[in-house]
């Protein structure tokens, strides 16, 4: 069992909309969990990153949080635009381990 | 700035023939990293570098070596190909090895597709 599993595999909204995508993970000791966007035919970009204290972070319309005792993320991206079409993958670190979800492929419509 | 540049981008083998993977960065980073991305699956460490003059296997290296050329240059070799091998291969950079809250950044991917 991957020990980062992301919800939904994949998601379609219309423009405009707001959506969140889900991160649980078993990964321990935690150190950090990262956010990164994937667009098609393209390498994994960083959005942001969560540390054990930081509860919500925000980037532009993209907010994340994170609940350490949980073991859960959220990427909330708000005000959809047809540029934010692309996966987003949830990375958690413990120590110098990696573990890198499967990913959430989320199409925006017109 | 180019940051993470990959060569080929595309490329059909044969089973059973050879081929190199290079990856060049700019950034002055010391760690290096190749990884494959499989459908369904999160991306999964070949091989890394990190820091030059050191390799180490990652979670999936077998069928794989590589060479850490100098500090911007990490190649990935196919010795021999074989259709599980078939998949996008992305290089990744990094200032530190998997250092405290420093991003990877990665290439834009090779597809190898092997018959």
């Known amino acids: 069992k991957n020990q980062v599993e992301q919800s939904p595999q994949s998601l379609i909204i219309l423009e405009g909309k707001n959506c969140t995508l889900q991160?649980?993970?078993?990964?321990?000791?935690?150190?950090?969990l990262r956010w990164y966007k994937q667009d098609t035919g393209r390498g994994p970009v960083s959005l942001t990153i969560?540390?054990?204290?930081?509860n919500t972070k925000s980037n532009g319309r993209y907010t994340a949080t994170l609940d350490a005792d949980t073991k859960q993320s959220s990427l909330h991206i708000t005000a959809s635009q047809l540029s934010d079409s692309a996966s987003y993958i949830c990375?958690?670190?413990?120590?110098?381990?990696?573990?890198f979800g499967a990913g959430t492929r989320l199409t925006v419509k017109p | 700035n180019a940051g993470v540049t990959q060569t080929p981008k595309f490329q059909v083998l044969k089973t059973g023939q050879s081929m190199t993977l290079q990856c060049a960065q700019d950034?002055?980073?010391?760690?290096m990293y190749w990884y494959r991305q499989d459908p369904g699956m999160g991306l999964r460490l070949i091989y890394y570098?990190?820091?030059?003059?050191?390799?180490d296997k990652g979670e999936v290296p077998n069928g794989y070596n590589v060479s850490r050329l100098n500090k911007r240059e990490f190649s990935l070799r196919l010795e021999s190909a074989a259709p599980s091998q078939t998949s996008v291969y992305f290089c990744?950079?990094?200032?530190?090895?998997?250092?405290?809250?420093?991003?990877?950044?990665f290439g834009d991917g090779t597809r190898l597709s092997i018959l």
């Open positions: 950034m002055n980073h010391n760690s």
């Open positions: 570098s990190a820091s030059e003059g050191t390799t």
């Open positions: 991160c649980n993970y078993t990964v321990s000791p935690f150190s950090n």
């Open positions: 990375v958690v670190s413990a120590g110098t381990d990696m573990r």
């Open positions: 969560m540390t054990f204290s930081e």
């Open positions: 990744a950079s990094s200032e530190a090895f998997r250092g405290r809250n420093q991003p990877q950044h």
